[in-house]
């Protein structure tokens, strides 16, 4: 079955400094989708930013990157020049054609 | 500008009411996902469908929770009877099923049903 695991349950930041969220998966599908969904304490889901499995490249997003390791089945997200309106729940998340299983969250605080 | 419409925002509910969640996906999108989010479970996947069918409902409790699709602009999630635990905060997320093609495999969300049940 396939897990998602954020090992991270909170971390802090400065502001303006960089911050890296961790997350694994486990799968045998070749084929798949990761994101990273933000949750403010107004708790709309909003996508922060999506990967495909078989783009190698890294996606990025502005302030937003990751770092997509397929063979370790690792999934991080790096947030640059943190700002106090990226204070939030972020959630890993992995979908294959039927499913989209959500890693159970790191709450982020940004530090003034 | 399209959005999932989740109803109702907020309920407060005693023990052993029948409660009903409903869902408006988005116009054109062919999957609809239940999730319930907790503070200890985190986001737990209840149920899904595609084209209006069950696909898979493992996740929910079948003694008291049922998940239908009357219609392809409804989806519905029904507790009978209510208990304490069901107190989370209840989302639709709807999507394209053929996430390989044309798309990009994201889930749109509704903004969620919080759910107490004294």
């Known amino acids: 079955a396939q897990t998602v695991t954020q090992s991270q349950p909170e971390m802090s930041v400065q502001e303006a400094e960089t911050v890296t969220l961790s997350c694994t998966y486990d799968?045998?599908?070749?084929?798949?989708?990761l994101f990273w969904y933000k949750q403010p304490p107004s708790r709309q889901m909003i996508l922060v930013i999506r990967q495909e499995a078989y783009k190698q490249q890294n996606a990025t997003e502005n302030r937003f990157s990751v770092n997509f390791q397929k063979a370790a089945k690792s999934f991080s997200l790096k947030i640059s020049d943190s700002q106090l309106g990226d204070a939030a729940m972020y959630f890993c998340?992995?979908?294959?054609?039927?499913?989209?299983?959500f890693g159970k969250g790191t709450r982020l605080h940004i530090l003034p | 500008d399209a959005r999932v419409t989740q109803t109702p925002r907020h309920k407060v509910t005693e023990m052993g009411q029948e409660v009903t969640m409903r869902c408006q996906p988005i116009?054109?999108?062919?999957?609809v996902f239940w999730y319930r989010q907790t503070m200890m479970q985190g986001l737990e996947l209840l149920a899904y469908?595609?084209?209006?069918?069950?696909?898979?409902d493992s996740g929910m409790p079948k003694d008291r929770f049922s998940a239908e699709m009357p219609d392809a602009t409804l989806a519905t999630l029904k507790i009978q009877p209510s208990e304490p635990r069901d107190s989370a905060v209840y989302f639709c997320a709807s999507g394209s099923g053929q996430y390989f093609s044309l798309n990009t495999g994201e889930l749109f969300f509704g903004e969620g049903s919080r759910l107490t049940v004294l």
């Open positions: 469908f595609r084209n209006r069918a069950p696909l898979d």
């Open positions: 799968t045998s599908e070749s084929d798949y989708y």
């Open positions: 998340a992995y979908r294959t054609d039927d499913k989209i299983i």
């Open positions: 116009l054109g999108h062919n999957t």
